[in-house]
């Protein structure tokens, strides 16, 4: 069974600009968590959408959106990025929501200019 | 709210010897608790979780903890360490409220083993 991808691995962006970042979970898997990890704050989440709807969500600003798709495939977009936006955007997929075992994916480095 | 510290943000072992990462928690609720590896330019891996029953849960690759609910801990042990083991490891804790189980991580630990 293939793992959690995550698309693209490495992105390098401009303060203002947007960016999107997409996730596709493991097979079966409904539920996907996004987390951004800094070496200032360490490992934050962010959100859980589970079916397509949106069902926990971390403390960060509305600059920060997601949706999930009906094949659970997600995408996370940030916009008017900030310096502080760069980070490793990890993405997570369980079966179900609550306290399923998480299956992590590689990341996706973001580089904000 | 909840918290996780992790008291030691490196550890640096010989290989064969003893491991300890430590933990502690704080939550209002009952909590799951969790440890994560995370090998260079990887995502996080599951190594072991608490969610009910024996407080003493194990992984595969011979890592335990302890569910210390009075002490408010959940400490990461290994009797005799590997090279392959170093790595960052993060604890977590996901509490239930109102059936949100919203995660919250430490800082992590980073494992170093020496030969």
């Known amino acids: 069974k293939a793992g959690v991808t995550q698309t693209p691995r490495y992105l390098i962006k401009t303060r203002g600009q947007q960016v999107t970042l997409s996730c596709s979970p493991i097979?079966?898997?409904?539920?996907v968590s996004w987390y951004q990890q800094t070496p200032g704050q360490g490992l934050q989440f962010l959100f859980e959408y589970f079916s397509e709807t949106q069902r926990n969500k971390g403390n960060f600003p509305g600059r920060f959106s997601g949706r999930q798709f009906s094949n659970s495939r997600s995408e996370m977009n940030v916009s008017t990025l900030e310096l502080g936006d760069s980070a490793l955007y990890l993405c997570?997929?369980?079966?179900?929501?609550?306290?399923?075992?998480?299956?992590f994916g590689p990341g996706t480095r973001l580089l904000v200019l | 709210a909840q918290s996780v510290t992790q008291l030691d943000s490196q550890v640096p072992v010989f290989e064969e010897a003893p491991v300890e990462l430590r933990c502690n928690y704080s939550s209002s609720v009952s909590v799951y608790l969790f440890w994560y590896v995370q090998y260079p330019n990887q995502g996080l891996q599951l190594l072991l979780k608490y969610l009910s029953g024996s407080t003493l849960v194990e992984s595969i690759n011979g890592f335990e903890a302890e569910f210390n609910k009075s002490q408010t801990s959940f400490h990461l042990r290994k009797p005799s360490v590997h090279i392959s083991d170093t790595a960052e490891y993060f604890c977590?804790?996901?509490?239930?409220?109102?059936?949100?189980?919203?995660?919250?991580f430490g800082r992590g630990t980073s494992l170093i083993v020496h030969p």
């Open positions: 097979s079966g898997h409904r539920s």
């Open positions: 977590a804790v996901r509490g239930s409220s109102g059936g949100s189980y919203i995660p919250t």
């Open positions: 997570a997929s369980s079966l179900k929501t609550g306290v399923e075992t998480q299956y």
